[in-house]
C-alpha cells in the first residue's frame, strides 16, 4: 500500500517544480481529500497500487513505483489536480456543455497539466544541451508538426501489417509531439511514462523508442538499446508493454497480439538494419516467461531470455510484416525462409495435428507462408515441402486450396497447357571430327542422344528441326575473314586454328548446323509454341571470339542466339547465365560493353582460358552487366547453388530478363578429364530446376539450355538426364536441394567477394 508519508513527498516534489500546484495540492491533502487507499480498494486493484483523490481511486503503476518511487504519484496527483481545476472552470463558467463533451475536456485537462509539468521539468535538466532543448521547447509551445502517423508511408513508420482480427498495426519510431504525449499520459502503461520518454529525447536516445499504432491511437510501447557481452553484439530489449482494457472513453478495446508485433517489428528492424548484432535479448519476470518461450526465446537462468531462432507464432506475426516491405535484403528473406522449413521439418503431429490440434501456432505461420505473394519464394518453398508430406495427413487439403489462391503458386505447380520440352538433336552433329582422335567427339554427342532417349522423357519432348545459319547470321558476332576462314576448311580432312582446336571435312556445315538449331530453338520458344528447350549441338561455342577459334569452338552458339532475339525480335534484356567449368570469353567479349545482355559466368578459376576474373565487370554502358565468379577447384553442388540463389536470382530479378540462356557444360562432374569440380547429377538437376523457376518468375518460363562442354561420356550421360527430367518436371531430391541453398547464408568466399564487387550497381545485393 501507498503510506501518507509518500504522497505527501510526491507533493514537496511538485511544490519545488510547480509552487502553485504544490501549495493546491499539500492543502487538499491537509483536509483530507487527498487520501491512502484502504485495503479493499488496493485489493481490487492488485498487481498495482492506488491512492485516493476526492474519493476516487489513482492508479500507481508497481513497476514504475518500485523504480521511480515517490516520482510515480506525480502523476496521479497531476492529472486530478488539472481535471479538478477544469471541472471548476466550467462550473463558474455556467455554460451549457453535453456531458460527454464536458468529460472529454476535463480528462485533456488532466493530461495537459500532467504533460505540460514535466515539459518544465525536462527543458530545465536540458540546460545547455541546444538541440534536446530546441525539440522540448517545441513541444511545450504546442502542437507539432507531423503528429502521430496513421498513414504507412509515413517517414517515421518502419513496418506494416494486419493482426488475426483483420486491425492494421503501425511499427514506428515513437513520434515525439504533444498528441504521443498526451496519449501516454493517458494509458499509463507499465515501465513508460512522459518522463520516461523526455529522458529519451534529452539524452537522444529517441530512436529507440518504438510503439504499435493503430487508427493514430497508440497500443503499445518498446524500448531497444545495443551492448557488448563477452565479445558479442546484442540487441536488448529493455521495457515493452501493451494497453490493458479500454485505451480510453471512446473506442473499442486493444486488438490481441499487440505484444507479439511489437516483438516482431523489433526481429525485423533487427535482421534489416542490425546484421551484425548476434543475438536478441531481454530480462523477464517469470510470469511473462510463457509468452517468450512461444516466441521462439530460450530462457537463461534467473530471468534472462534471448533469442536465435523464432518460433511459430513469432513468425506467424513477422510474415505480414515482410509482405508489407518492399525491397527486403535478399539475405533477410532467405533467413526468414530457413526458418520457416525449419518450422515445416517438426514432427507431423506436431505440425498436421494428426495425434491432436495443439498447434494454432504452426497452422497460422502456414497459412501466412503460403499467402505471401510480395516474395513468392516464401509460399513455393511450403507448397513443395507440403506436397511431399503426401496426401494421408491431417488438414493438407486444407492448407493446399489456400496455396492455390496464391498467383505465383498456381502458376508454378498448376500451369494450364505448359507446352512440352523442345529438343534439338540433329545426327549431322556427329560429322564434327569424324574418324578424328579428339577428346571432343562424336562419342559425346551419343551419349547426350542416349539421356534424351531415356524412357523416364518419353512424351516429354518435343524435337526440333535444324537448319543452317547463314552467312548474315554468322556476321552478327564474327568478322567477314574469319567466317571465310571457317568456310575455307570444308572438304579439307584436318585443319588445325590452335593446339586444341580442329575443323574436319564436315565442320563447317555441322558448325552452321549447330547455330541455325540454336535459331530454331529459340524460335520456337520465343512464338510460344515450347516453353523451354535444350540444343544439343557440336562443336561448342562459348569460347569462340570475333575473329578466333579456341578452346575446341568455332562460332559462338549462346552468343549468336542472343543476337538472333534481339535482331529478330527487339529483345532488350537477355540474361545468359554460362554453366561451364571454363569461362565463357567468347560471350563475355561479345557483350561486354552493352547492359542489353547480362552475362554471369560461374567457372573454375585458375583455369582455361585464364579470363573470367572478379574485376572484369564490363565496360561504358555494359558496366556492371558482366559478372564472373571464379571459383576454387573441388566446388560442388551446395557451392554452384549458393551462387545461383544468393546472386543470380536477386540480379535477375533486378534485371528482368526477357529470356534466358544457359550455356551449360557437363565438364562440372567430378570424374571430368579437362576440370576439376564436384558436381553431381542430381546438382546438375538443382540448378536446371533454380533456374527454369526463375524464368518461370521472370520472363514466362522462357529458357533454353545450350551445350557446351563436357568429356566425360557417363557425366555426359548421367548429369543430361537430370537436367531435362528437370526441364520436364520438378524432383523432390533437387526442390530439398534448393531448400537447403535458400536456408543457408552466402559462406563461399568467392561468392562474398562477387557480392561485394557487385553490390554498388546491383543493391539489390545487400
Given amino acids: 500500500m501507498i503510506a501518507r508519508e509518500q504522497i505527501k513527498q510526491a507533493i514537496e516534489a511538485i511544490a519545488r517544480r510547480a509552487p502553485d500546484i504544490g501549495r493546491a495540492l499539500d492543502e487538499l491533502l491537509a483536509v483530507g481529500r487527498i487520501e491512502t487507499a484502504d485495503g ?16 476516487r481511486p489513482v492508479l500507481v503503476r508497481k513497476v514504475l513505483f518500485v523504480k521511480e518511487g515517490t516520482a510515480a504519484l506525480e502523476r496521479g496527483l497531476l492529472i486530478r489536480y488539472g481535471e479538478m481545476r477544469r471541472k471548476q472552470e466550467l462550473a463558474l463558467a455556467r455554460r451549457r456543455l453535453d456531458f460527454l463533451q464536458a468529460a472529454r475536456e476535463v480528462r485533456l485537462a488532466g493530461l495537459t497539466t500532467l504533460v505540460d509539468y514535466e515539459l ?86 529517441e530512436d529507440w523508442i518504438f510503439a504499435a499504432i493503430s487508427e493514430g491511437r497508440i497500443l503499445g ?18 521495457q515493452i508493454a501493451t494497453v490493458r482494457g479500454r485505451t480510453g472513453e471512446e473506442g473499442p478495446p486493444p486488438p490481441r497480439g499487440v505484444g507479439r508485433f511489437l516483438v516482431a517489428g523489433t526481429y525485423l528492424f533487427w535482421k534489416r538494419d542490425l546484421p551484425r548484432v548476434r543475438y536478441l535479448v531481454l530480462d523477464s519476470e517469470i510470469s511473462a516467461r510463457g509468452f517468450y518461450d512461444r516466441l521462439g526465446f530460450s530462457f537463461r537462468p534467473p530471468h534472462r531470455y534471448r533469442l536465435s531462432s523464432p518460433g511459430p507464432e513469432l513468425l506467424a506475426a513477422v510474415l505480414p510484416l515482410l509482405e508489407n516491405l518492399p525491397d527486403a535484403p535478399p539475405r533477410l528473406v532467405h533467413e526468414i525462409l530457413g526458418h520457416v522449413c525449419r518450422q515445416i521439418r517438426r514432427p507431423r503431429r506436431i505440425l498436421f495435428g494428426t495425434a491432436d490440434a495443439r498447434s494454432p501456432g504452426d497452422r497460422e505461420l502456414i497459412r501466412r507462408a503460403l499467402g505471401a505473394r510480395r516474395y513468392p519464394e516464401i509460399a513455393v518453398t511450403v507448397t513443395r515441402r507440403l506436397l511431399r508430406r503426401g496426401r494421408s495427413l491431417s488438414g493438407l487439403d486444407e492448407l493446399l486450396a489456400i496455396a492455390q489462391q496464391n498467383p505465383e503458386v498456381r502458376r508454378r505447380f498448376l500451369p494450364e497447357d505448359q507446352p512440352a520440352v523442345g529438343v534439338c538433336l540433329d545426327p549431322r552433329f556427329r560429322r564434327h571430327l569424324e574418324g578424328v582422335f579428339h577428346i571432343e567427339s562424336a562419342a559425346r554427342f551419343d551419349a547426350i542422344r542416349e539421356a534424351i532417349e531415356d524412357p523416364s522423357l518419353a512424351g516429354n519432348l518435343v524435337f526440333v528441326p535444324a537448319r543452317q545459319a547463314t552467312l548474315e547470321e554468322l556476321g552478327w558476332v564474327h568478322t567477314p575473314e574469319y567466317i571465310a576462314r571457317i568456310a575455307g576448311t570444308a572438304g579439307r580432312p584436318l585443319t588445325s586454328f590452335d593446339l586444341d582446336t580442329q575443323a574436319g571435312a564436315d565442320t563447317w556445315e555441322t558448325a552452321c548446323l549447330a547455330v541455325g538449331a540454336v535459331f530454331v530453338l529459340l524460335e520456337e520458344i520465343w512464338r510460344g509454341r515450347l516453353r523451354r528447350g ?27 542466339g542472343a543476337c538472333y532475339l534481339q535482331r529478330r525480335h527487339g529483345v532488350r ?15 563475355q567479349r561479345t557483350f561486354y560493353e552493352t547492359d542489353e545482355v547480362l552475362f554471369v559466368s560461374l567457372h573454375q578459376f585458375p583455369g582455361f582460358p585464364g579470363t573470367g576474373k572478379l574485376g572484369e565487370t564490363g565496360r561504358g554502358r555494359g558496366e556492371g552487366f558482366t559478372v564472373n565468379v571464379p571459383l576454387p577447384a573441388g566446388c560442388g553442388d551446395e557451392d554452384y547453388l549458393a551462387v545461383l540463389h544468393h546472386l543470380v536470382r536477386p540480379i535477375a530479378r533486378a534485371y528482368r530478363p526477357e529470356m534466358i540462356l544457359v550455356p551449360v557444360g557437363f565438364d562440372l562432374w567430378p570424374r571430368d578429364r579437362l576440370a576439376g569440380m564436384r558436381v553431381s547429377a542430381e546438382g546438375y538437376g538443382g540448378m536446371t530446376g533454380l533456374l527454369a523457376e526463375l524464368a518461370t518468375e521472370l520472363c514466362g518460363g522462357r529458357i533454353a539450355f545450350i551445350l557446351e562442354g563436357g568429356y566425360s561420356v557417363e557425366g555426359i550421360r548421367a548429369c543430361g538426364l537430370r537436367l531435362l527430367q528437370a526441364l520436364c518436371r520438378p524432383n523432390a531430391v533437387n526442390l530439398e536441394a534448393l531448400e537447403r541453398a535458400a536456408a543457408r547464408p552466402p559462406t563461399l568466399p568467392a561468392l562474398r567477394k562477387a557480392i561485394e564487387v557487385h553490390r554498388e550497381r546491383w543493391r539489390i545485393l545487400r
Fill in 221 to 238: 510501447l518498446l524500448g531497444l538499446t545495443l551492448r557488448n557481452e563477452f565479445f558479442q553484439r546484442l540487441l536488448e530489449i529493455t
Fill in 534 to 560: 535444350f540444343a544439343a549441338v557440336r562443336p561448342p561455342g562459348h569460347h569462340a571470339e570475333a575473329d578466333r577459334a579456341m578452346g575446341f569452338c568455332l562460332f559462338n552458339n549462346a552468343a549468336l
Fill in 120 to 205: 518544465a521539468l525536462a527543458r530545465r535538466r536540458a540546460a545547455g544541451r541546444e538541440e534536446a532543448l530546441r525539440r522540448l521547447q517545441a513541444l511545450a509551445e504546442g502542437p507539432s508538426a507531423g503528429g502521430i502517423p496513421r498513414d504507412p508511408g509515413a517517414p517515421e513508420v518502419l513496418f506494416h501489417g494486419e493482426l488475426e482480427s483483420g486491425r492494421e498495426l503501425l511499427f514506428a519510431r515513437f513520434p515525439f509531439c504533444r498528441e504521443a504525449l498526451l496519449q501516454v499520459a493517458e494509458i499509463n502503461l507499465e515501465f513508460f511514462d512522459v518522463r520516461g520518454l523526455l529522458e529519451a529525447l534529452r539524452h537522444g536516445r
Fill in 573 to 587: 534484356r537477355l540474361l545468359i547465365v554460362d554453366l561451364d567449368a571454363h569461362h565463357g570469353n567468347g560471350i
Fill in 40 to 55: 479493499e480498494t488496493a485489493a481490487a486493484l492488485f498487481p498495482d497500487l492506488c491512492f485516493r483523490f476526492d474519493g
